[in-house]
């Protein structure tokens, strides 16, 4: 199976899901992510802020950096190869690249333990 990185901005967690107003892009794409892990599909994040390091070790990330700025995150590779920059891929696209077979997704911020920490479902 393909292994996805996932190489986002400075957040305040590695998700960027919390604080007193969630993001719901950022939800859904933690969402996608930990559904995409429950089938066996390999997917690892990156925070800039908290794993800086690793935006250094990466080749092609670093390049990108050097080149773009960090306008260019979040980046999304496949195998290592880029295939997304600038914005979070769609849920059709995360199944479409993994080659997962895509189940709908819903997502309820009022109902607990949806993001993270609480009953109400925020941080």
Known sequence: MSKMEIFDPAMCCSTGVCG????????????????????????????????????????????????????????????????????????EEFYKVLNLKEEPLTLNLNKGNSCCCNNDGCC
């Open 20 to 91: 007193p107003s969630v993001d719901k892009n950022l939800l859904r794409v933690a969402t996608v992510i930990s559904a995409i892990i429950k089938k066996g599909g390999e997917v690892k994040r990156y925070n800039l802020s908290s794993d800086p390091q690793a935006f250094v070790d990466n080749k092609v990330i670093n390049e990108y950096l050097m080149k773009e700025g960090v306008d260019i995150l979040p980046i999304t590779l496949l195998d290592g190869e880029v295939v997304k920059t600038k914005e979070y891929l769609t849920n």
